[in-house]
């Protein structure tokens, strides 16, 4: 028998307004009752009807995701949580990967009433999206943006912070001599991790052995430890930009009989899927992807019922987990 609002309405406790009011994302519901409500959907696996729910208020029931790319497990990790909890709210989730909408400003996702709103995760060409959201008048959030003058309607994480606790981390266990390898420049994160490392290190009176740019891939990683090898000399520890980058170093290192941490120290960033699974398994920053999904869905959901008035920020902080490719004791 299919389940209707009245029943989730019954099994929360609540009265079959107050569902509505979550279900459509209204700001007014006090945080206790919308978890109700949302514990009932889960247990009811219920499931609003979107086509009458969008007759009735004329919207579409679609949200539009654009992404660059999907081969990330950071990326894959919010967009689950993202359409987990839309699909709570009876909305579906269009997915497009995109580089940056460019010369076609007609991309299908922003067409007029193609979708009632739509959220960028970690864009590239964002302002040309901005502008062109807004003069169609549909909602958006930002997640993980570039620029920080967008930030009005934005989930980002304190990667500054980030890149502090990661040479704070390997200071603490008496390194001096620690490296760094960066992502592409283009990239926020890129630039805030590395300032939160320089900090950390200036805070001690240190410089790093070395800050090699480069891309977030493992070969970037490989090729600058193999450099050091060759050189003969290389450094007692290494934050790597993520995880791909400090995969590409522990291999280089492994393949060279470098005991990884006794003689170089690695940390990496994002705690992609592997890296619990390396050996030595990846001591690396952990960036919540269901607290940043959560987040996004929550703050896009209160602009499309117009609950949200003034823009806002919402900043989430990594978390700093600790494993064998720093600490063996």
């Known amino acids: ?11 929360s406790g609540l009265s079959v307004v107050t569902v509505s009011r979550v279900l459509n994302g209204a700001g007014s519901v006090r945080e ?9 959907i889960k ?17 579409t029931g679609i949200i539009g995701l654009i992404v660059t790319t999907l081969q990330d497990s950071f990326f894959d990790a919010v967009v689950k949580e993202l359409n987990e909890v839309l699909a709570l709210h009876g909305y579906f989730l269009a997915v497009s990967i995109s580089a940056g909408i460019g010369a076609d400003e007609n991309h299908y996702l922003i067409q007029e009433d193609r979708v009632d709103g739509l959220i960028l995760l970690s864009p590239l060409q964002e302002d040309n999206y901005i502008v062109e959201l807004k003069r169609r008048g549909i909602p958006y959030v930002l997640i993980d943006n570039q620029h920080p ?16 606790a990661a040479a704070s981390h390997l200071l603490e266990l008496g390194h001096t001599s620690i490296a760094h390898l960066c992502g592409q420049e283009m990239f926020r994160s890129t630039r805030e991790r590395r ?18 740019h480069g891309g977030f891939e493992i070969s970037q990683g490989y090729d600058a430890a193999r450099r050091w090898l060759s050189g003969g000399k290389l450094p007692t520890a290494v934050f790597a930009g993520d995880d791909n980058i400090a995969l ?11 005991r990884v941490p006794e003689e170089v120290a690695v940390v990496g960033y994002d705690d992609h899927f592997i890296a619990s699974r ?3 398994r990846l001591t690396t920053l952990r960036q919540p992807a269901d607290q940043i999904g959560a987040a996004a869905a929550g703050m896009l959901l209160k602009r499309i019922s117009g609950t949200m008035k003034r823009g806002g920020n919402v900043k989430i902080d990594p978390e700093l987990i600790v494993r064998e490719s720093t600490f063996s004791g």
Request: no cysteine; proline share 4%; glycine share 8%.
């Open 1 to 11: 028998m299919k389940v209707s609002i009245l029943d989730v309405a019954k099994k």
């Open 32 to 40: 206790t009752n919308r978890q109700k409500v949302l514990t009932a």
């Open 43 to 59: 247990e009811l696996d219920y499931r609003p009807n979107a086509a009458a729910r969008s007759l009735a208020s004329g919207r």
């Open 149 to 164: 003058e967008n930030d009005s309607y934005s989930i980002t994480i304190d990667n500054f912070k980030g890149g502090y």
């Open 195 to 212: 300032a939160g490392f320089l900090k950390a290190l200036e805070d001690k009176g240190l410089e790093p052995y070395e800050i090699v």
């Open 248 to 258: 590409g170093v522990v291999n280089a290192l492994m393949e060279a009989g470098v």
């Open 278 to 280: 390396l050996r030595p």
